[in-house]
């Protein structure tokens, strides 16, 4: 079993809601750590156009990060039923880095994409004025953490693909989130980043057992 299966998987004397719980903490403590450098200027414009003090601001924070807490707790269940067949089934296991791969090259092709770059903008867009009430704020931070998932769509996929518990992974796609967002231009560095995952993705595709074994039957 790959270390992108182990992720989904139960420890010894787990029960599967216990499982679930300790993914979606692992999930959350990943997502902090990866979307905070961005979010930072997103919850500063915020301040400054509700002009409340840190607790709303806190407050649109949670709601931010309630979001990405909903897709790690959608992202169990398939991950978890999907690493379980790959234990009973060696054909289906061989077929997963392959289909992988694929992952990772539609979800560069998706960051070279006009919907792509207005994503973008609408995460760089100065909010109007606000009141500065718990409500609105929480509000707020649910509707960045929104935008936010439909702007990194590719990146949580490719994340996805390769395994959630990868480091080098989580620092890339940390790396390349934050600098699109950051970076004046930052619809360039999508591209750029697009087109690295496309030339990633099929490198790991030309290295899976699916196609060495299709190859090797046309010798």
Not at 91 to 107: G, T
Not at 126 to 152: D, K, Q, S, Y
Request: hydrophobic share 55%.
């Amino acid at each position: 079993m790959n270390g992108m299966s182990m992720a989904w998987m139960r420890m010894p004397g787990q029960t599967w809601p216990e499982a679930a719980a300790m993914f979606v903490g692992m999930w959350d403590a990943m997502m902090v750590a990866m979307m905070l450098p961005s979010l930072v200027p997103m919850l500063s414009r915020y301040r400054k156009a509700a002009g409340g003090g840190p607790g709303l601001t806190a407050l649109a924070a949670a709601g931010y990060f309630f979001v990405w807490t909903l897709v790690g707790m959608a992202a169990f269940p398939p991950g978890a039923a999907l690493a379980a067949l790959e234990m009973q089934e060696p054909r289906l296991a061989r077929a997963v880095p392959f289909a992988a791969a694929a992952v990772v090259v539609l979800a560069g092709v998706l960051q070279l994409t006009a919907w792509k770059a207005r994503q973008l903008d609408c995460c760089r867009e100065t909010p109007g004025p606000l009141p500065a009430n718990a409500r609105t704020a929480w509000r707020h931070g649910v509707r960045l953490g929104l935008a936010c998932i439909r702007c990194c769509a590719g990146p949580t996929a490719v994340l996805l693909a390769i395994g959630v518990m990868d480091l080098r992974a989580m620092a890339v796609v940390t790396a390349a989130i934050t600098a699109e967002r950051l970076t004046p231009a930052g619809a360039r560095v999508a591209q750029m980043s697009g087109v690295a995952a496309v030339g990633a993705g099929l490198f790991m595709m030309a290295h899976t057992s699916p196609l060495i074994d299709l190859i090797g039957r046309f010798r």
